[in-house]
């Protein structure tokens, strides 16, 4: 089957000697040396498993990476095909025995796409239009105006029947807009949030981009929990885009410009931990020290600041180690857990929401079949290439519903989107309650079957309300 994404053909432009790859940060010769193509990363590889093409998995890419820094191929055609292909989840990173860095390989090789191929004015556009939009909260919150509005009208037959006519990657990204809420969208946590009782630590929260407008009660949840825990918590004032999609998307000057000033607006806090409830945000900060180590002038500063952030189940799960400060009201009720690609593969962080969701009195957490395979996200995959998106997404959502949960949680907004958009009304029974209150299921993805962010769920445990329906 084709699985090219409409409007992607493109003409390269001029390369600058033997390497097709620029003299800047090409794939390093070692890492791609580092693969003995042995096939363990076949099985946990989606477009493998999607299309069965030697060429769609990581050995196969790291083959083509091969040739174009040889010289024997060029950025254009089969290389910037399956390069663009990949979902970047680094689940052959977790299969791989031999140690490769693909994701070092594939940080490399998105940019020198992005700088020397040129893509079709359509697709050329329809990428602009995603980055001028995502990564600032003003653009968002402004938005969220007209978001409003349309979501109420889409409740309408006949709006929802012309939504379905809308082809290709505007119909995906139709049937992904998040739930808008006004009062949400132009809300503000406070500057600082005082630990309950004696403090045990002092960190800083990443309110992130579309998390703070569309996601606010996660931030407020998790805020209050940190809190619950004993942390100071201190929610910076001017804090902007941590450069996560741009980076994953292979637009490295502006990634790295907001890496800068995401270090720069951090580092004078003085805090122990820079908290991010964002799989893709912290794995990206976790970078920055990676990203930025040729710059004399930032060099050590993003070592410090990356050694400084941990996702927040890192934080919570070491203030539990000596028991939690704050008690829980019981949730009985079954939950599927998905390990979101950036959180689980990318920064190896899996034990620890667990951790957490099993400090909850009378909660099940079962774990999800094929849970190491992507859902579709992606960052803007699922947008980008709507088509292979929609069958992991499908295939997680059946997956989901085989443990029969009766809500799903994971750390990741575009995770909570994609399986929302897939999962169907048999999926659970939406049954969830504490021993205090009965829930509204009303949910995300309008089946009865709540998902949730892991700190909404505690925050609703400690507090002793109502389970929330997203």
């Not at 024997?72 to 990949?86: A, F």
Request: proline fraction near 8%.
């Amino acid at each position: 089957m084709s699985t090219t994404p409409a409007g992607s053909a493109e003409t390269s432009l001029p390369q600058p000697g033997p390497s097709a790859f620029d003299d800047r940060h090409p794939p390093r010769r070692e890492l791609l040396d580092d693969c003995v193509h042995c096939g363990f990363c076949l099985p946990t590889c989606p477009t493998y498993q999607l299309w069965g093409e030697e060429m769609d998995s990581p050995r196969g890419r790291i083959y083509l990476i091969n040739l174009a820094e040889k010289g024997e191929i060029g950025l254009e055609g089969p290389l910037r095909e399956h390069i663009d292909r990949c979902l970047g989840c680094m689940a052959c990173v977790t299969a791989c025995p031999s140690g490769v860095q693909y994701d070092k390989l594939l940080e490399a090789v998105r940019p020198q796409l992005e700088r020397n191929v040129r893509r079709t004015p359509a697709d050329r556009l329809f990428r602009e239009a995603i980055f001028a939009l995502f990564p600032y909260k003003r653009r968002l919150r402004a938005a969220a105006v007209p978001g409003a509005v349309y979501e109420r009208l889409r409740t309408l037959p006949v709006v929802r029947r012309l939504a379905a006519t809308v082809p290709g990657r505007l119909g995906a990204l139709e049937s992904l807009l998040p739930p808008v809420s006004l009062r949400d969208a132009f809300a503000h946590l406070p500057e600082r949030i005082s630990a309950t009782g004696r403090p045990r630590a002092t960190v800083a929260l990443l309110t992130g981009c579309v998390q703070d407008v569309f996601f606010h009660r996660v931030n407020a949840a998790t805020a209050r929990v940190l809190a619950a825990e004993g942390c100071d918590v201190v929610v910076p004032r001017g804090q902007q885009c941590c450069g996560a999609l741009e980076l994953h998307a292979g637009r490295e000057d502006g990634a790295l410009t907001r890496a800068r000033k995401t270090i720069a607006r951090f580092e004078q806090l003085g805090v122990e931990h820079v908290v991010a409830n964002v799989a893709g945000c912290g794995s990206a900060m976790k970078d920055y020290g990676h990203l930025l180590a040729d710059d004399p002038g930032w060099a050590q500063r993003a070592a410090a600041f990356s050694a400084s952030v941990r996702d927040v189940h890192e934080v919570l799960a070491d203030l539990l180690a000596d028991g939690p400060r704050a008690p829980r009201h019981p949730v009985r009720a079954r939950v599927a857990y998905h390990d979101a690609c950036h959180l689980g593969h990318a920064q190896g962080v899996r034990a620890q929401p667990r951790a957490v969701l099993r400090s909850i009195p009378g909660l099940e957490v079962v774990d999800i079949p094929e849970a190491a395979l992507c859902c579709g996200s992606a960052g803007i995959y699922n947008m980008v290439a709507p088509g292979p998106a929609a069958e992991l997404g499908a295939r997680k959502a059946a997956n989901i519903r085989t443990v029969q949960p009766d809500l799903v949680v994971t750390g990741n907004p575009g995770c909570m989107l994609q399986i929302g958009k897939y999962l169907k009304p048999a999926a659970g029974n939406g049954a969830v309650a504490n021993d205090e209150t009965t829930p509204d299921t009303r949910t995300l993805d309008g089946t009865g079957l709540p998902l949730l962010h892991p700190v909404q769920l505690l925050d609703a445990s400690i507090r002793g309300v109502p389970v929330p329906r997203s």
